[in-house]
Structures are given as structure tokens and as C-alpha cells.
């Protein structure tokens, strides 16, 4: 596709319930940004891909967070037995791998835990 | 762990220029300045980055201090459209280990009719 495509882009869940957000980086792009939004706040960095590792995951909130990247492409995030304090947009950005690169973003997938 | 600071909000009359301030005094000689801004509901979208030189492009100039401890992002002729929070990041210049793009919580620009 043209731009980065995130699914799904809502998404209600029960409390305790795992969920699978999958993120399409724009073809080509080596490296993969997760971000969280809560309502009314900043961009909270959670991981970075450089193809498919992750140098840093040390923004991850806590051991239910975790994400994976194959084939240099597709990622997802995953929620282990998800809590309200989840809920938020999740957005997910990619850039290529030369210098000067902006990272373009998905229109992010919007979490409910209810 | 933000590298820069940014006011909180800014208002600005419809049709005038919009000048929103960026502090980065720790920047480092191959950190560039990129700016984004996130209208309501959407992903962030960039609008422009540099590193010590002053960039212009469709959207907005970038106005980059010669210390490169501050910059400024001037919307020429700000329409309501042009409502969003902006945020201001430092980035290495290539892609590396460390292209964590902190986020800060930005400047809420409001365009007033």
C-alpha cells in the first residue's frame, strides 16, 4: 500500500482477553515504530524495529506488552491479559533506512478495554 | 527522556503567521530537528526537518538557530486546518540502535477565526 496500514483500527475487548495489533509498514522500510496514545496525551515510545530486532524494548509498560517483525515487514504487537489501563490508540510508524528519513505514521488502532 | 521542550499551547488569529518554539540545547552534531503535528483522531504527519541550515518547504519554514540549541516552526498563514498539537523531536542522522523518537507533548496550537 501506499502509506502505513494499521488493523484492526478499532478494537473493544474484554479486561483479562489477549489482542493482536498488526501493523503493514509502508513497503521497503527497515525500520518499525510502536507508539501508545492515551486520551489526552503524548506519544508513549513503546518499541523500535531495525529490520526484524529490537535493539530497545525497554519502553515496553510491562511483560503482557510484547511485539515481533517478520520478514522485515509485517509487525504485531501483542496484549497479554489486558487491562483497562491499556486502553489507548496505538500507532505505529515506519521509515526507511537512509539518513534524513521522516517516519510516516498509521492512523493507529483505537483499544477499549471494557 | 524527551530531548526537547516545547510550550504547552499557542494561539493564533486565522490568516497570520504561526510561530511555534522549539528549545533542543542538548542536541548533538548528528541529531537533526524534525517537526510532525497530530490533528485530532489522525497519526502524526511530518512537516519538516533540518539540521543547522533554515529549510522551506509547501507546509512551513523551519527556522534553526546557529548554536542549534533552539528552532522555530513558522506556519505562514495559519488556517483553522492547521489546529493540532506539534511536536518537535531530535533524530540521529541515520538510522541506528538508538532512533528510539522520543516524543514530547508538544505544543496544542489552536487557530482562532
Known amino acids: 500500500g501506499a502509506g502505513v496500514s494499521q488493523s484492526p483500527s478499532n478494537k473493544v475487548t474484554e479486561k483479562g482477553k489477549d489482542v493482536e495489533l498488526r501493523c503493514d509498514p509502508i513497503?521497503?522500510?527497515?525500520?518499525l515504530y510502536w507508539y501508545r496514545q492515551s486520551l489526552g496525551q503524548g506519544l508513549e515510545f513503546l518499541i523500535y524495529?531495525?529490520?526484524?530486532?529490537?535493539?530497545?524494548k525497554s519502553g515496553l509498560p510491562s511483560d503482557r506488552f510484547s511485539a515481533e517483525r517478520t520478514g522485515g515487514s509485517v509487525s504485531t504487537l501483542t496484549i497479554q491479559r489486558t487491562q483497562q489501563e491499556d486502553s489507548a490508540v496505538y500507532l505505529c510508524?515506519?521509515?526507511?533506512?537512509?539518513?534524513?528519513?521522516?517516519?510516516?505514521f498509521g492512523q493507529g488502532t483505537r483499544l477499549t478495554v471494557v | 527522556d524527551a530531548k526537547t521542550t516545547q510550550p504547552p499551547s499557542m494561539d493564533c488569529a486565522e490568516g497570520r503567521a504561526a510561530n511555534l518554539p522549539c528549545n533542543h540545547s542538548t542536541i548533538s552534531g548528528n541529531e537533526y530537528v524534525y517537526w510532525y503535528r497530530q490533528i485530532h483522531s489522525q497519526g502524526p504527519q511530518y512537516i519538516i526537518h533540518g539540521l543547522k541550515n533554515n529549510e522551506t518547504n509547501e507546509m512551513a519554514s523551519l527556522i534553526i538557530t546557529e548554536d542549534r540549541k533552539s528552532s522555530t516552526l513558522i506556519l505562514p498563514h495559519a488556517t483553522l486546518r492547521d489546529t493540532a498539537v506539534y511536536y518537535c523531536?531530535?533524530?540521529?542522522?541515520?538510522?541506528?540502535?538508538?532512533?528510539?523518537?522520543?516524543f514530547g507533548p508538544g505544543t496544542s496550537l489552536s487557530v482562532i477565526p
Open positions: 523531536i531530535v533524530r540521529p542522522r541515520e538510522r541506528t540502535s538508538y532512533d528510539k523518537v522520543i
Open positions: 513497503s521497503g522500510h527497515t525500520a
Open positions: 524495529f531495525q529490520g526484524n530486532s529490537a535493539p530497545d
Open positions: 510508524a515506519s521509515s526507511s533506512q537512509g539518513v534524513n528519513t521522516e517516519a510516516f
